[in-house]
């Protein structure tokens, strides 16, 4: 781990890119907007998405894969999925990103070393980003997608598009988790898991699109409808 675990810097990686961010809720699939999100510089995903891309959906989900954060837990529960290296070289991931530096978060990581025991770069988020994030959600611990959102608007990007993000408002697109597909059945598993906030994550993610020194931000339609109800 020592030696393949780099700090992943958002100055280094994002100054002055155009930054696509497609999440996992249904909601990517009202507008085929799968041009325009492969017409970014950086497009990120999280968690499942190269596990679960199909090419069919790519009018609604495009193709480009750039980042990819990960919980690093590579359980169904979590709904982290497996980690295919070979895979995700092939799909054009050129990073995979473990948002959560902390002694958790670090354990975690240390954990897939010792499951893989292969010498496989894999990064982690600056320790500063995680500061503000743990700030804000007090003693909740941060979705990987909330995770990747802060970070993308804490950098110094020249534009955001943001899709397939709804707080869990609405639910999973088909087939990324299949155990969750209404959002009762969301609730009930976050309650159980009893760590996470999408309320409140909803909350400092507005806070957020207010402060962030990107001045171009696009949203889809779904997320729109959340924020200016």
């Given at each position: 781990?020592?030696?393949s675990?780099?700090?992943?810097?958002?100055?280094?990686?994002f100054?002055?890119?155009?930054?696509?961010?497609?999440g996992?809720?249904?909601?990517?699939?009202?507008?085929?907007?799968?041009?325009?999100?492969?017409?970014?510089?950086i497009?990120?995903?999280?968690?499942?998405?190269?596990?679960?891309w199909?090419?069919?959906?790519?009018?609604?989900?495009?193709?480009?894969f750039?980042f990819?954060?990960?919980?690093?837990f590579?359980?169904?529960?979590s709904?982290?999925?497996?980690?295919d290296?070979?895979?995700?070289k092939?799909?054009?991931?050129?990073?995979?990103?473990?948002p959560?530096?902390?002694?958790?978060?670090?354990k975690?990581?240390?954990?897939?070393?010792?499951?893989?025991?292969?010498l496989?770069?894999?990064?982690?988020?600056?320790?500063?980003?995680?500061?503000?994030?743990?700030?804000?959600?007090?003693?909740?611990?941060?979705?990987?997608?909330?995770?990747?959102?802060?970070?993308?608007?804490?950098s110094d990007?020249?534009?955001?598009?943001?899709?397939?993000f709804?707080?869990?408002?609405?639910?999973?697109?088909v087939?990324?988790?299949?155990?969750?597909?209404?959002?009762?059945?969301?609730?009930?598993?976050?309650e159980?898991q009893g760590?996470?906030n999408?309320?409140?994550?909803?909350?400092?993610?507005k806070?957020?699109?207010?402060?962030?020194?990107?001045?171009n931000i696009?949203?889809?339609?779904?997320?729109?409808?959340?924020?200016?109800?």
């Amino acid at each position: 781990m020592v030696l393949s675990v780099r700090v992943f810097s958002i100055k280094k990686n994002f100054k002055n890119k155009r930054i696509a961010i497609v999440g996992a809720a249904d909601s990517v699939f009202d507008e085929k907007n799968g041009d325009f999100i492969d017409s970014f510089d950086i497009v990120i995903r999280i968690n499942k998405a190269a596990l679960v891309w199909d090419k069919e959906k790519s009018d609604y989900l495009g193709s480009k894969f750039t980042f990819l954060f990960h919980s690093f837990f590579e359980n169904e529960y979590s709904g982290g999925g497996s980690v295919d290296f070979e895979k995700f070289k092939k799909m054009g991931i050129a990073k995979i990103i473990n948002p959560n530096y902390t002694r958790e978060g670090l354990k975690t990581h240390l954990n897939f070393y010792k499951r893989h025991l292969r010498l496989r770069r894999t990064f982690i988020l600056a320790p500063q980003i995680r500061a503000t994030i743990t700030k804000e959600l007090k003693s909740y611990v941060p979705t990987v997608g909330f995770s990747a959102l802060m970070a993308v608007l804490m950098s110094d990007c020249a534009e955001i598009y943001i899709t397939g993000f709804t707080f869990f408002k609405t639910p999973y697109q088909v087939g990324y988790r299949r155990e969750l597909t209404d959002p009762v059945k969301n609730q009930r598993h976050l309650e159980n898991q009893g760590v996470h906030n999408p309320d409140l994550e909803f909350e400092v993610f507005k806070k957020y699109l207010d402060l962030t020194s990107c001045e171009n931000i696009k949203i889809d339609k779904a997320l729109s409808a959340l924020i200016q109800p």
